[in-house]
Nanobody, 116 residues
Framework: QVQLVESGGGLVQAGDSLRLSCAASGSINAMGWYRQAPGKQRDLVATITRRGNTNYADSVKGRFTISRDNAKNTVYLQMDSLKPEDTAVYYC?????????????WGKGTLVTVSS
């Protein structure tokens, strides 16, 4: 069983920066961040493979950076130049491997609020 624990959300002003962290227990492969704004569907923000290959949503390219520390089984999301439209609950996601292969895991989410 894999557990994901997120941290780092909060209230910031437009233009500020924030860093999210997600620590995973268990065997995992690719990790990523998704977000869900009030009344909207959950959307991809960024993903990263174990080798460090990354993928970003167009809306965050150039502002957000995803990274991971494989030794710590932790993924990070550095968010710069935040905008009010970035306000959402951010969820950590991980793909299981080994005995957990084929299973997608989710964290409980951390709220990011960007005021104008």
């Amino acid at each position: 069983q894999v557990q994901l624990v997120e941290s780092g959300g909060g209230l910031v002003q437009a233009g500020d920066s924030l860093r999210l962290s997600c620590a995973a227990s268990g065997s995992i492969n690719a990790m990523g961040w998704y977000r869900q704004a009030p009344g909207k569907q959950r959307d991809l923000v960024a993903t990263i493979t174990r080798r460090g290959n990354t993928n970003y949503a167009d809306s965050v390219k150039g502002r957000f950076t995803i990274s991971r520390d494989n030794a710590k089984n932790t993924v990070y999301l550095q968010m710069d130049s935040l905008k009010p439209e970035d306000t959402a609950v951010y969820y950590c996601n991980a793909a299981g491997e080994g005995p957990n292969y084929g299973i997608m895991y989710w964290g409980k989410g951390t709220l990011v609020t960007v005021s104008s």
